[in-house]
C-alpha cells in the first residue's frame, strides 16, 4: 500500500456543507507524481458509479442501495409502480424520505450529500495516508463537484428566462 503523507496532508478538509476548494481536475494534477499509474487511471476515471479500487467496492454497495431506494422513493411519489426486489437500508430509506420532504430541492440535496459524506467518513474511518483515504478524498470531491452545480442564483435566472419565453409564446398565440 502506497504512503500518501505530503499529498494528502497538503489537501484541505473536504465537508459536505462547505464549497470545492479545486476542480477535480486539479485533484489529478496534484496526485500525478504522488501515485501509481495504476491508482491514477483509477483516480482519472472515477466516477460516483465506480466499484474496482480500494474503498470503492464498499462504497458501491452503499450508493447501489442509495439510487435504487432514491428510484424507487421518487417513482412512489411519482404513482409509479415500485419494485421492491431491492436490498433496503433503514437509516438510508429514512435521510431519502426526509430529504423528499423539503420544498426546496436544493435543501434536499443537501440532505443527501451529507449522507453520503457521512457513509465516506465511516468507510474511510481511521485510514489517513493510503488508497482509501485518497479514494474517499477523490468521491467527496465529486460529490462537491455535483453540488457546485446546484447555484440558486443561476436556478433563479434560469427559471426567469423560460417563464418569460413561455409568456412570449402566449402573447404571440393570442395575438394571432
Not at 467527496?140 to 418569460?164: A, D, M, W, Y
Request: proline share 2%; glycine share 4%.
Amino acid at each position: 500500500m502506497a504512503s500518501y503523507y505530503y499529498l494528502l496532508s497538503s489537501l484541505p478538509m473536504l465537508r459536505s456543507d462547505g464549497e470545492i476548494p479545486f476542480e477535480y481536475d486539479t485533484f489529478l494534477s496534484m496526485c500525478k507524481s504522488a501515485v501509481s499509474s495504476s491508482k491514477y487511471a483509477i483516480l482519472e476515471n472515477l466516477t460516483l458509479s465506480s466499484a474496482e479500487g480500494p474503498l470503492l467496492s464498499e462504497w458501491s454497495k452503499f450508493y447501489t442501495i442509495f439510487k435504487q431506494e432514491l428510484t424507487a422513493q421518487r417513482n412512489q411519489r411519482l404513482g409509479r409502480q415500485v419494485s421492491l426486489s431491492y436490498q433496503k437500508d433503514e437509516t438510508t430509506s429514512k435521510t431519502i424520505a426526509a430529504a423528499m420532504n423539503h420544498k426546496n430541492p436544493l435543501e434536499a440535496e443537501k440532505v443527501l450529500l451529507a449522507l453520503q459524506f457521512e457513509i465516506l467518513d465511516g468507510l474511510i474511518g481511521t485510514h489517513y495516508f493510503d488508497d482509501y483515504a485518497l479514494m474517499g478524498y477523490a468521491l467527496k470531491l465529486k460529490l462537491l463537484e455535483r453540488k457546485n452545480i446546484f447555484n440558486q442564483k443561476s436556478g433563479k435566472q434560469e427559471l426567469n428566462r423560460i417563464v418569460k419565453g413561455l409568456q412570449q409564446q402566449i402573447m404571440s398565440t393570442e395575438q394571432e
